[in-house]
């Protein structure tokens, strides 16, 4: 049972414009969601996160908007850059624990 | 500040043998997690140590069990390993364990033949 879907498995954006980059969950317990970025052959590092609380955080370029009613979250990175180009996972925990549920990821590709 | 630390980086294995993995977290983190990564399956959790003590599990069999010691580094071990044990394992740490905002390391590639 998948508790965070990433439904898409890759997306491509050009330079300067925005990504966008979607995650839902099933579980209502989750009360805090982030976003780590990965890089081939180095381990994920974390973005940007969201409390339950609040419904968008902005950090730069990135913001990450929370539908709770939705069950939905997204990230959206503008403008897109291509070192922007990696694999994004969202994550989800409840309580005060590092037991994060993650996404399959979504590879994003940003075309000069 | 020296990251998280992962050894070995890769390994090969055959079916039934055992192996053990090691990391160092972040010098003064007292969380360690640790992580299988699979094609299409994500990061799935294995478990949590703090401060020596397993705090969280996940849903992996008994053959796979960790342990921390009190410099905080951590080691996991998976026995009689499987043809689906090959994966990347991720070890993670945090100064709490509270966050969820962990420090990952570059991982151990373990290729199970």
């Known amino acids: 049972d998948q508790q965070v879907k990433q439904n898409s498995p890759s997306l491509s954006v050009q330079e300067g414009r925005i990504s966008i980059l979607n995650c839902d969950y099933t579980n209502s317990m989750f009360d805090y969601f982030l976003w780590y970025k990965k890089y081939p052959a180095e381990g994920p590092t974390f973005l940007i996160s969201i409390s339950s609380i609040k419904d968008k955080n902005e950090d730069g370029r990135f913001t990450v908007f929370l539908n709770k009613s939705a069950k939905h979250l997204s990230l959206h990175i503008v403008p897109s850059q291509p070192g922007d180009s990696a694999v994004y996972f969202c994550a989800a925990m409840s309580g005060a624990t590092n037991k994060l549920i993650f996404g399959t990821g979504t590879l994003l590709a940003v075309q000069p | 500040k020296a990251g998280v630390t992962q050894t070995p980086r890769y390994l090969i294995k055959t079916r039934g043998q055992q192996v053990t993995l090691s990391c160092s977290p972040i010098?003064?983190?007292?969380?360690v997690s640790w992580y299988q990564q699979t094609p299409g399956q994500g990061l799935q959790f294995l478990f949590e140590y703090f401060s020596e003590t397993q705090r969280n599990k996940g849903n992996f069999p008994g053959r796979f069990s960790g342990r921390q010691f009190s410099n905080s580094r951590s080691e996991m071990n998976v026995s009689t390993l499987e043809l689906g044990d090959s994966a990347l394992y991720l070890c993670?740490?945090?100064?709490?364990?509270?966050?969820?905002?962990?420090?990952f390391g570059e991982g151990s590639r373990l290729t199970v033949l």
């Open positions: 993670a740490s945090s100064l709490t364990g509270f966050s969820g905002e962990l420090f």
């Open positions: 010098s003064g983190h007292r969380s």
